[in-house]
């Protein structure tokens, strides 16, 4: 079974300092791990993918995110946040077992203060 | 746009009538997938299609929900009888599989139903 935890419901941070989202997944495969972004009234964006190659992922706007086995985390950074970064960020994992079904965490709220 | 696109994108409804919402996937693309989203929670996995096949469905769709794709194409969602329970977001999402090993969801925007 897999299943995803994100650690922080609500982030706020200045326009230009660093954001920080965390993630820790379970997983009885070799998992593939993904962070979504939805804006309101949009749909669910891909920001970055992890999929068993290197374990730091880039991905658009700026966003990077670590594979850490041994923690079982995937946590989301960018070094300098934009005010369109605010939005809900969803922490995904799916497993290579034929569905390839994606299991979202609950979201963690980013606003960014001026 | 050739992306997924869903119908209608906002839908409200009395409590015990019967709704359908529509997905048109990305047009090469042979899975489909539905998902729930209620309010302040991440997506739930509702059911998938590969081609006109369901292949899996979630425990939480009870009896009152029905899905097809009938022509391996557009699929529709219904849910009878509905509920306050009911509302949420309901999202779409198609991939083209097994063209990688992690088979990447691209999202529609949603039906949002509210049951009053």
Same mark, same amino acid.
């Given at each position: 079974?897999?299943?995803?935890?994100?650690?922080?419901?609500?982030?706020?941070? =200045? @326009?230009?300092?660093?954001? !920080?989202?965390?993630?820790?997944?379970?997983? $009885?495969?070799?998992?593939?791990? +993904?962070?979504? *972004?939805?804006?309101?009234?949009?749909?669910?964006?891909?920001?970055?993918?992890?999929?068993?190659?290197?374990?730091?992922?880039?991905?658009?706007?700026?966003?990077?995110?670590?594979?850490?086995? =041994? @923690?079982?985390?995937?946590? !989301?950074?960018?070094?300098?946040?934009?005010? $369109?970064?605010?939005?809900?960020? +969803?922490?995904? *994992?799916?497993?290579?077992?034929?569905?390839?079904?994606?299991?979202?965490?609950?979201?963690?709220?980013?606003?960014?203060?001026? | 746009?050739?992306?997924?696109?869903?119908?209608?994108?906002?839908?409200?409804?009395?409590?015990?009538?019967?709704?359908?919402?529509?997905?048109?996937?990305?047009?090469?693309?042979?899975?489909?997938?539905?998902?729930?989203?209620?309010?302040?929670?991440?997506?739930?996995?509702?059911?998938?299609?590969?081609?006109?096949?369901?292949?899996?469905?979630?425990?939480?769709?009870?009896?009152?929900?029905?899905?097809?794709?009938?022509?391996?194409?557009?699929?529709?969602?219904?849910?009878?009888?509905?509920?306050?329970?009911?509302?949420?977001?309901?999202?779409?999402?198609?991939?083209?599989?097994?063209?990688?090993?992690?088979?990447?969801?691209?999202?529609?925007?949603?039906?949002?139903?509210?049951?009053?």
């Amino acid at each position: 079974a897999q299943s995803v935890t994100q650690l922080d419901s609500h982030v706020s941070v =200045s @326009e230009g300092t660093p954001v !920080l989202l965390r993630c820790n997944y379970s997983s $009885s495969y070799s998992p593939s791990l +993904f962070w979504y *972004v939805q804006h309101p009234n949009k749909g669910l964006q891909l920001l970055l993918k992890y999929t068993s190659a290197a374990t730091l992922v880039k991905g658009i706007n700026g966003f990077e995110a670590e594979f850490k086995k =041994s @923690e079982t985390s995937f946590h !989301l950074t960018k070094p300098s946040a934009h005010m $369109s970064d605010a939005a809900e960020y +969803f922490c995904v *994992v799916s497993e290579p077992s034929g569905d390839y079904k994606l299991s979202f965490g609950a979201g963690t709220t980013v606003t960014v203060r001026a | 746009d050739t992306g997924v696109s869903q119908d209608p994108r906002h839908k409200i409804t009395k409590r015990g009538q019967n709704v359908t919402f529509r997905c048109d996937p990305i047009s090469e693309h042979n899975r489909l997938y539905w998902y729930r989203q209620t309010l302040g929670q991440g997506p739930e996995f509702l059911t998938y299609f590969q081609n006109e096949a369901q292949l899996e469905k979630s425990r939480l769709l009870s009896d009152r929900f029905s899905a097809e794709r009938p022509k391996g194409s557009f699929s529709t969602l219904e849910i009878q009888r509905t509920e306050q329970g009911d509302s949420a977001m309901y999202l779409c999402a198609s991939s083209f599989f097994p063209r990688d090993s992690y088979n990447e969801q691209f999202f529609g925007p949603g039906t949002r139903l509210t049951v009053l």
